[in-house]
């Protein structure tokens, strides 16, 4: 009896702390003349309620922001929510996804979907301005960074070690005096195959498309192309080293620094 009525107390303050919550984004996005649409979020949990910055004059002038909420989603703490309030945009978390300790999710322009049973871990950095998609079960490691500016998938029960990044695009370097922000974007979207491990401090850019159940050894640098299924990827630039079907990697993956 003391067990249920702990859980339905903590049930409620966890609701309760969540509709506060809410009605403060509810407002940080009406001040800057954009609507929240809110989907779901019966049993949100977080240590310390999210951050806010909706930052207005940005975007394509739409202003929305639809936030979607499985079930047992847990926030973590220190999360830092920056949106852009003129923008149509999006943040879906599946059921049971995770965010840990001072994650930081930017959507600018367009959608950033996390799927079920998926975690952030501490000091992650995502930012979308197309289509960035985190598939189920999917691990995302800390300190690990995905730049999207049009389309970034990382299919179900991807891993991403620490320190990972991703990006797909990149600004053209002419050798004149202009800032580089200024300069051409070239953009081509990145997919990470199922089943697949990055390892720490490796890179992907633009125009990868790894195979699903592959291997990317550690400090390595994927260029744009396509890679077989269950291969090992390793150098920079990475290059197919064998086929992990073939010949699995001995001892659970140790040393897989390139």
């Not at 806010?52 to 079930?71: D, H, M, N, Q, V």
Request: glycine share 14%; charged share 25%.
């Amino acid at each position: 009896m003391a067990r249920a009525l702990a859980r339905a107390l903590r049930s409620f303050w966890n609701r309760f702390r969540f509709r506060r919550w809410v009605l403060r984004l509810r407002f940080e996005l009406r001040r800057h003349g954009a609507k929240l649409f809110l989907d779901g979020g019966g049993d949100v949990r977080f240590d310390r309620p999210p951050r806010i910055k909706a930052y207005p004059g940005r975007g394509s002038g739409g202003g929305s922001f639809r936030l979607t909420l499985g079930e047992r989603v847990d926030l973590g703490e220190n999360l830092v929510l920056e949106i852009f309030a003129d923008g149509e945009t999006e943040l879906t978390l599946g059921d049971r996804a995770r965010l840990q300790r001072n994650v930081r999710i930017l959507v600018r322009e367009g959608s950033i979907s996390i799927g079920r049973d998926a975690e952030v871990r501490d000091g992650a950095w995502l930012k979308s301005d197309g289509e960035l998609r985190v598939g189920s079960g999917a691990t995302i490691g800390p300190y690990s960074a995905i730049h999207c500016a049009g389309r970034v998938v990382l299919a179900d029960l991807v891993g991403l070690a620490e320190r990972v990044s991703i990006a797909d695009s990149d600004h053209k370097f002419d050798g004149t005096d202009q800032h580089y922000m200024g300069k051409r974007v070239t953009v081509s979207p990145v997919l990470v195959g199922r089943g697949t491990m990055v390892a720490f401090n490796s890179v992907v850019l633009r125009g990868a498309s790894i195979g699903k159940n592959s291997v990317v050894a550690a400090n390595s640098v994927v260029r744009g192309g396509c890679y077989a299924v269950g291969s090992l990827l390793a150098g920079n630039p990475a290059e197919e080293i064998r086929d992990l079907r073939e010949e699995p990697i001995p001892n659970g993956g140790a040393g897989l620094a390139a």
